[in-house]
């Protein structure tokens, strides 16, 4: 059960009286699931504390392989996520996340509105990767329907796609 004690301004004003109330007989108590002196408010660090810091700090050295990981991160956040699995991802059956599953009208809307935003810029590189791109058009004999590059299609063949009807 939770219990508002006082309300702030601000969120700093609410970190520093939170590190007058948890104190080390607070912790103590099994009432609470603080585990250090100041709470969440200790993170605000003090001028003492900093130099308590720098001197127990002073003369430790580093690997130049730690000194190397801390620079390539200084600055990024860490990743909590899970290492990549091995496996290919299920797409289809009951193994799949979404199987039995429905997403909701309103996530639908967020789905769409997203892909909406999207801009796809055609390079020259993209439009090779697509058949389209390569010139490929449909052509059908009245019968079956294939893809040639245009002006390459048999004489048989005209232009268009031979659809089969739902019966």
Same mark, same amino acid.
């Given at each position: 059960?939770?219990?508002?004690?006082?309300?702030?301004?601000?969120?700093?004003?609410?970190?520093?009286?939170?590190?007058?109330?948890?104190?080390?007989?607070?912790?103590?108590?099994?009432?609470?699931?603080?585990?250090?002196?100041? +709470?969440? +408010?200790?993170?605000?660090?003090?001028?003492?504390?900093?130099?308590?810091?720098?001197?127990?700090?002073? +003369?430790?050295?580093?690997?130049?392989?730690?000194?190397?990981?801390?620079?390539?991160?200084?600055?990024?956040?860490?990743?909590?996520?899970?290492?990549?699995?091995?496996?290919?991802?299920?797409?289809?059956?009951?193994?799949?996340?979404?199987?039995?599953?429905?997403?909701?009208?309103?996530?639908?809307?967020?789905?769409?509105?997203?892909?909406?935003?999207?801009?796809?810029?055609?390079?020259?590189?993209?439009?090779?990767?697509?058949?389209?791109?390569?010139?490929?058009?449909?052509?059908?004999?009245?019968?079956?329907?294939?893809?040639?590059?245009?002006?390459?299609?048999?004489?048989?063949?005209?232009?268009?796609?031979?659809?089969?009807?739902?019966?």
């Amino acid at each position: 059960m939770r219990e508002i004690l006082e309300t702030f301004e601000t969120r700093e004003q609410a970190f520093l009286r939170e590190s007058e109330i948890v104190t080390e007989e607070f912790i103590k108590s099994d009432m609470n699931y603080n585990m250090c002196p100041g +709470g969440l +408010g200790s993170s605000i660090k003090t001028e003492d504390f900093k130099n308590k810091v720098s001197e127990k700090l002073k +003369g430790r050295t580093f690997s130049q392989e730690t000194k190397d990981k801390i620079s390539k991160n200084n600055g990024m956040k860490k990743s909590w996520t899970k290492k990549p699995s091995t496996k290919p991802p299920v797409l289809f059956g009951k193994d799949n996340g979404m199987y039995g599953k429905k997403h909701t009208t309103e996530t639908l809307l967020l789905m769409s509105d997203a892909r909406k935003k999207v801009q796809i810029e055609y390079t020259e590189e993209l439009r090779k990767s697509y058949g389209w791109s390569q010139g490929l058009k449909w052509y059908n004999n009245g019968i079956t329907s294939k893809r040639f590059i245009e002006g390459t299609q048999p004489p048989e063949y005209k232009m268009g796609r031979k659809v089969k009807a739902l019966k």
